[in-house]
């Protein structure tokens, strides 16, 4: 995993003031991580189009276009001219190496916005716009010097944005960078070192970026074992029983030794499920919500769900049930709560009186998880998304790994399973939230099948092939 900052800009002066490096150099290394991915992917000869801006986010792509030119048929457009003293000194060499500059835009091999980088704060103006879409008309592989333009300081979108196929962002990752409503316009995201190693160029954070290496597996290394030696965990399975149903294969499929459906009404789940009235005596960890709707009565949910002392997943139809909310304020007590942003809002409310859009969290995702941490530090809260946030005490989590596949119904109810077996089975909270969603999108992203085809039980089959021999 890889650390998260709101902002670079005190890295860059320590760097000035502590290392003694200059802005020149660390401008040159940022341009140098741009040109190594077009070296290491793009021949000899192939043509570049590079659009710098005013100032030193325009400067490093006058940078990258000296340190192409020779190599590579190389276009360097200023159509706004430059302004700062780096781009101007940036300019003065590029143009003493020859390096071609033109007016007009051309589709190329490989365009690169280098118009604005981090923290742009106000709206583009029309012609920045008209510009962004000519670029983004033209076919060729485009790449965003440090943050596409149109995307704000804070990752929100612009009426128009440049769309990367990749972003190679300077120095350290950057929460902007991670908002879901950007994420087709920042494309694939990369990090350039500016001339010293992370370790030393980045300072400490609690907030990070999962990678597929993360992954840890409930692998099975002992060989003298049984089935309770694994967990045994319930489920409830409500009104729309297909959900809870989902969960349990999902469950036992991840390596519950024992999973049970908590019914009101006769099931016919797989063999490998059980199904009872009550929660079985020798549960390790509970799963609620998933199709729950008004099935139970509240005495029952008060004695089984409230009043236990279970590890307990917390998902769907629980978020409108102030009973099942009660359970937030256990603090002695695993709690794991898994809402797309309209349940947030659901359970927003009913914690705070505060009413919230989903286009209103969906801007502020990074600050609601905060606020909701600030109140319940000891709840584990996951809120899915493009761009999963999973959040317990002050750290944050960042699974970035998910694609449009997961957009159908039942993938949740996967979720949640894979959690609560993984809670089952004595992981942590914030261990079987980060663990569960990694689960499930590196599940999803080997389904081999067409993107609007993939089922919730593909992607129970497809975890089975995760561990390797």
């Known amino acids: 995993m890889h650390k998260l900052f709101k902002s670079c800009y005190k890295f860059d002066q320590k760097c000035y003031e502590t290392y003694g490096l200059t802005e020149d150099i660390l401008m040159e290394h940022a341009a140098r991580g741009m040109a190594e991915y077009i070296q290491n992917r793009f021949e000899k000869g192939s043509s570049v189009l590079i659009v710098s801006g005013v100032g030193n986010n325009g400067a490093d792509g006058i940078v990258l276009a000296r340190q192409l030119h020779g190599t590579y048929e190389v276009k360097l457009v200023l159509p706004f001219g430059v302004k700062s003293e780096m781009a101007k000194l940036q300019l003065q060499r590029a143009e003493a190496l020859g390096v071609n500059i033109v007016k007009e835009l051309y589709d190329s091999d490989v365009i690169v916005d280098a118009l604005f ?7 583009i103006d029309k012609e920045t716009q008209y510009l962004l879409h000519r670029l983004n008309s033209f ?13 704000g300081e804070n990752g929100t979108l612009m009426p128009m944005a440049f769309k990367a196929d990749v972003t190679v962002t300077m120095g350290a990752f950057k929460e902007g960078l991670f908002l879901d409503e950007s994420k087709d316009s920042i494309g694939r995201i990369i990090r350039a070192d500016l001339g010293i190693s992370s370790r030393q160029y980045e300072g400490e954070s609690k907030t990070f970026v999962l990678e597929s290496s993360d992954l840890s597996l409930p692998s099975r290394l ?13 489920l409830f399975c409500g009104e729309k029983e297909g959900a809870g149903i989902i969960a349990g294969m999902a469950c036992s499929r991840f390596g519950a030794g024992l999973t049970t ?3 009101h009404d006769k099931v016919s789940p797989p ?11 020798n549960a390790s960890a509970i799963a609620i919500g998933m199709g729950l709707g008004g099935h139970f009565e509240s005495e029952f949910l008060q004695k089984y769900v409230v009043e236990s002392h279970l590890p307990v997943l917390l998902d769907a139809d629980a978020f409108y049930s102030p009973q099942l909310l009660g359970i937030l304020e256990q603090k002695n007590r695993e709690v794991v709560i898994t809402p797309h942003p309209k349940e947030f809002i659901a359970l927003w409310k009913r914690l705070t009186g505060e009413i919230l859009t989903v286009s209103q969290v969906q801007k502020s995702r990074f600050e ?3 606020r909701f941490n600030t109140k319940y530090p000891h709840v584990t809260l996951l809120l899915k998304g493009a761009n999963t946030l999973i959040m317990q005490e002050e750290n944050l989590y960042v699974n970035p790994l998910g694609c449009s596949k997961l957009s159908k119904g039942g993938s949740g109810d996967v979720l949640s399973g894979l959690i609560v077996s993984l809670l089952a089975q004595g992981y942590t909270g914030i261990e079987a939230a980060v663990q569960g969603s990694l689960t499930l999108v590196l599940s999803v992203n080997r389904y081999k099948g067409a993107s609007y085809s993939m089922l919730p039980t593909d992607i129970i089959d497809v975890l089975a092939q995760l561990e390797v021999p």
Request: net charge neutral; aromatic share 4%; proline share 4%.
């Open 271 to 281: 063999a490998y499920l059980m199904h009872a009235t009550v929660v079985p005596d």
């Open 261 to 263: 459906l908590v019914v």
């Open 117 to 123: 980088g981090a923290g742009l704060n106000r709206e």
């Open 222 to 234: 002992t060989e003298a074992t049984h089935k309770g030696d694994f967990g045994h965990a319930a």
């Open 139 to 151: 076919k060729g592989h485009k790449i965003a010097c440090d943050v596409p333009t149109g995307i």
């Open 368 to 370: 609601m998880v905060r």
